[in-house]
């Protein structure tokens, strides 16, 4: 019986492969793979790049995003939806672990501290603090 070699990637992963992913995934239906491929092309389109010189850098996919506000004409719900389509893609694509926050118990403190602001962008700031679970924060879970 012949056995069909593994295929290994060459180079750092780029939303190409993400993309490949989500187009070949079987456990998708179409309409989410049109919005995930959808927020892939919008990225692209965002910093003038094509999907396959975009390196797989949440790091810098989230300081783009975080600045497209000025740059751009997007409304602050599609910027919104753009970040978490992005995500959910590679999450799909397996390319790169994707860390759940959702479930995560806060130390009481830290809940009174987040419940004490109204501001929506403060709340979301330190939440992303709190939950990166930092050396020099405390007992998070």
Same mark, same amino acid.
């Given at each position: 019986m012949n056995q069909i070699p593994e295929i290994t990637p060459v180079g750092p992963p780029t939303l190409q492969a993400v993309l490949d992913q989500i187009t070949s995934s079987t456990r998708i239906n179409e309409n989410r793979k049109r919005d995930l491929r959808s927020a892939i092309i919008s990225y692209g389109k965002l910093t003038d790049r094509p999907p396959s010189a975009i390196g797989l850098n949440l790091a810098e996919i989230r300081h783009v995003l975080d600045n497209a506000g000025g740059v751009s004409k997007m409304s602050p719900k599609r910027q919104a939806n %753009?970040? @978490?389509? %992005? $995500? /959910? $893609?590679?999450? =799909? @694509?397996?390319? #790169?672990?994707? %860390? !759940? *926050?959702?479930? =995560?118990? #806060?130390?009481?403190?830290?809940? $009174? %501290? #987040?419940?004490? *602001? *109204? /501001? #929506? !962008? =403060? !709340?979301?700031?330190l939440s992303r603090v709190l939950l990166r679970g930092r050396p020099e924060i405390p007992d998070l879970v």
């Open positions: %753009l970040r @978490s389509d %992005l $995500a /959910s $893609a590679v999450d =799909i @694509s397996g390319l #790169l672990p994707m %860390l !759940r *926050t959702g479930g =995560i118990k #806060l130390d009481p403190a830290w809940a $009174a %501290l #987040l419940e004490s *602001t *109204t /501001s #929506l !962008r =403060i !709340r979301n700031g």
